[in-house]
T-cell receptor, first 111, second 113 residues
Framework: NAGVTQTPKFRILKIGQSMTLQCTQD?????MYWYRQDPGMGLKLIYY???????DKGEVPNGYNVSRSTTEDFPLRLELAAPSQTSVYFC??????????FGPGTRLTVT | KQEVTQIPAALSVPEGENLVLNCSFT??????LQWFRQDPGKGLTSLLL?????REQTSGRLNASLDKSSGRSTLYIAASQPGDSATYLC????????????FGKGTHLIIQP
């Protein structure tokens, strides 16, 4: 049981490039989330999903897109990367109202 | 809009002391409150989850309390150890888990040997 896994661990992007951050969970959780954490700050919700085929925006969705074709996977797409998207990205999952479990994070730098 | 505040932002104490970390939230209509630990460069580890109907939860040397009506939670750490050094994050769920957690900025804790 690996829990929540994220790839890659680190990535450097040039301004204007695009990339997909991968997130997979093996706990059969319905709910999945993407957060970003800027230095010295708490996490902020980007997007979330309550099940396959259903996604919704969080607090800071601009510049990102998501899809949820399976229960296990919840990829986050960055289009036209900007320096403001330099951050650490965390994926999490939960079984309805229970506690959220977090992945190890992806550290992204946009230069 | 829910806002979560954690006090203090940083704390440094000698080993062995009992300590209290504070968390406050502006909207008392929460579903649950969760305390996390984050080590430098690492992900989040869930420490305690308190449902809105509960007053406290305990795990080992950790005790978390919740006063929903006043919008406050405390995390009590007994007999602190250097291994407790980390950032502690408080987060609340206001939508039954459907719409994610709202986080505070954390308390950076250093336990001096």
């Amino acid at each position: 049981n690996a829990g929540v896994t994220q790839t890659p661990k680190f990535r450097i992007l040039k301004i204007g490039q695009s990339m997909t951050l991968q997130c997979t969970q093996d706990m059969n959780h319905n709910y999945m989330y993407w957060y970003r954490q800027d230095p010295g700050m708490g996490l902020k919700l980007i997007y979330y999903s309550v099940g396959a085929g259903i996604t919704d925006k969080g607090e800071v969705p601009n510049g990102y897109n998501v899809s949820r074709s399976t229960t296990e996977d919840f990829p986050l797409r960055l289009e036209l990367a900007a320096p403001s998207q330099t951050s650490v990205y965390f994926c999490a999952s939960s079984k309805t109202v229970y506690e959220q479990y977090f992945g190890p994070g992806t550290r992204l730098t946009v230069t | 809009k829910q806002e979560v505040t954690q006090i203090p932002a940083a704390l440094s104490v000698p080993e062995g002391e009992n300590l209290v970390l504070n968390c406050s939230f502006t909207d008392s209509a929460i579903y649950n409150l969760q305390w996390f630990r984050q080590d430098p460069g690492k992900g989040l580890t869930s420490l305690l989850l308190i449902q809105s109907s509960q007053r406290e939860q305990t795990s080992g040397r950790l005790n978390a309390s919740l006063d929903k009506s006043s919008g406050r939670s405390t995390l009590y750490i007994a007999a602190s150890q250097p291994g407790d050094s980390a950032t502690y994050l408080c987060a609340v769920s206001s939508g039954g888990g459907a719409d994610g957690l709202t986080f505070g900025k954390g308390t950076h804790l250093i336990i001096q040997p």
